[in-house]
Nanobody, 117 residues
Framework: QVPLVESGGGLVQAAGSLRLSCSASGRTLFDYDMGWFRQIPGKEREFVAVITWSSGRTSYADSVKGRFTISRDNGKNTVYLQMNSLKPEDTAVYYC??????????WGQGTQVTVSS
C-alpha cells in the first residue's frame, strides 16, 4: 500500500483556479509515473493527466488540455495539478494515482472540486 493524500479541492467560481496536491507519507514518488483522475457520481473514473518519473513527460485528456498542468516536485515528494479556467463540468472528485507497470494502481482518497456557474 502506498498512502496517497490529496488536498486543495474546494468550491470555486467558473473561470477560477485551484491547485491540487498529492503527497505520499513515508514513501517516495520519485520512481513512479503519477496521474490524476476524476469521477462524477454514477460515472466511471476518467483520466485527467499523467507525468512520467523519468523524463517528466506529460499527457492530458482532451477536455483539460491547455487549462490544466500536472507537475511534480521530487524534493517535496509531491505531485500537483494546476487547474485554470475551470468550468462547471470540471466538478468531480479528483484522485491521485501512482502507476505500476503502466497502469494506475494505488489511489488516494480523493478531493472534491466544485465549480459554480
Amino acid at each position: 500500500q502506498v498512502p496517497l493524500v490529496e488536498s486543495g479541492g474546494g468550491l470555486v467560481q467558473a473561470a477560477g483556479s485551484l491547485r491540487l496536491s498529492c503527497s505520499a507519507s513515508g514513501r517516495t514518488l520519485f520512481d513512479y509515473d503519477m496521474g490524476w483522475f476524476r469521477q462524477i457520481p454514477g460515472k466511471e473514473r476518467e483520466f485527467v493527466a499523467v507525468i512520467t518519473w523519468s523524463s517528466g513527460r506529460t499527457s492530458y485528456a482532451d477536455s483539460v488540455k491547455g487549462r490544466f498542468t500536472i507537475s511534480r516536485d521530487n524534493g517535496k515528494n509531491t505531485v500537483y495539478l494546476q487547474m485554470n479556467s475551470l468550468k462547471p463540468e470540471d466538478t468531480a472528485v479528483y484522485y491521485c494515482a501512482r502507476y505500476y507497470s503502466g497502469m494506475p494502481k494505488y489511489w488516494g482518497q480523493g478531493t472534491q472540486v466544485t465549480v459554480s456557474s
